[in-house]
T-cell receptor
Framework: NAGVTQTPKFQVLKTGQSMTLQCAQD?????MYWYRQDPGMGLRLIYY???????DKGEVPNGYNVSRLNKREFSLRLESAAPSQTSVYFC?????????FGQGTRLTVV | DQQVKQNSPSLSVQEGRISILNCDYT??????FLWYKKYPAEGPTFLIS?????DKNEDGRFTVFLNKSAKHLSLHIVPSQPGDSAVYFC??????????FGAGTRLTVKP
């Protein structure tokens, strides 16, 4: 039972490069989320998808795009990476109340 | 706009004693509150929650208290164990909306 799976686990990008963070869940949850964790800031929501085919901005959406490919998969894209996007990124899915998180992607932009 | 606040970045307690982690919120529309635990290099895991219509919820060694008038909740861990050493995040949710998280409190339980 995998739960929420994120790939990759680690990534180093140069400023201006693009990349896509992948997330898949096997729990048949409707809602999926992308958070970033920064020291002293906790977890801040980037984008979320309440159901397949819908996406909405969270607290810090600038510089990111998302795609809800199907019910299982929710990807996060950085079109032109900036050093300010150095962070740990977490994907989560939620059936109703508590959310289930992936193990995270540690991204460094140099 | 930090609607959920954990003002103590760290807490250190002795094994066997009580750990009390605090959380304050500003939005009276929050209807559900959660605590998550996070170990290094892992994702947060759900620990315990409480609905806004209750003032206490207990699960084994973990108890969450909610004081709506003060917009304050706390997590009590009794007795504390070294394996409880982790970062604890408080989260709050408005109906049909996403959760907002606090900055986290790093708990260290000393043997």
């Amino acid at each position: 039972n995998a739960g929420v799976t994120q790939t990759p686990k680690f990534q180093v990008l140069k400023t201006g490069q693009s990349m896509t963070l992948q997330c898949a869940q096997d729990m048949n949850h409707n809602s999926m989320y992308w958070y970033r964790q920064d020291p002293g800031m906790g977890l801040r929501l980037i984008y979320y998808s309440a159901s397949e085919g819908t996406t909405d901005k969270g607290e810090v959406p600038n510089g990111y795009n998302v795609s809800r490919l199907n019910k299982r998969e929710f990807s996060l894209r950085l079109e032109s990476a900036a050093p300010s996007q150095t962070s740990v990124y977490f994907c989560a899915s939620r059936p109703d109340t508590e959310a289930f998180f992936g193990q995270g992607t540690r991204l460094t932009v140099v | 706009d930090q609607q959920v606040k954990q003002n103590s970045p760290s807490l250190s307690v002795q094994e066997g004693r009580i750990s009390i982690l605090n959380c304050d919120y500003t939005n009276s529309m929050f209807d559900y509150f959660l605590w998550y635990k996070k170990y290094p290099a892992e994702g947060p895991t759900f620990l315990i929650s409480i609905s806004s219509i209750k003032d206490k919820n207990e699960d084994g060694r973990f108890t969450v208290f909610l004081n709506k008038s003060a917009k304050h909740l706390s997590l009590h861990i009794v007795p504390s164990q070294p394996g409880d050493s982790a970062v604890y995040f408080c989260a709050a949710r408005r109906p049909y909306l996403y959760m907002r998280f606090g900055a986290g409190t790093r708990l260290t339980v000393k043997p």
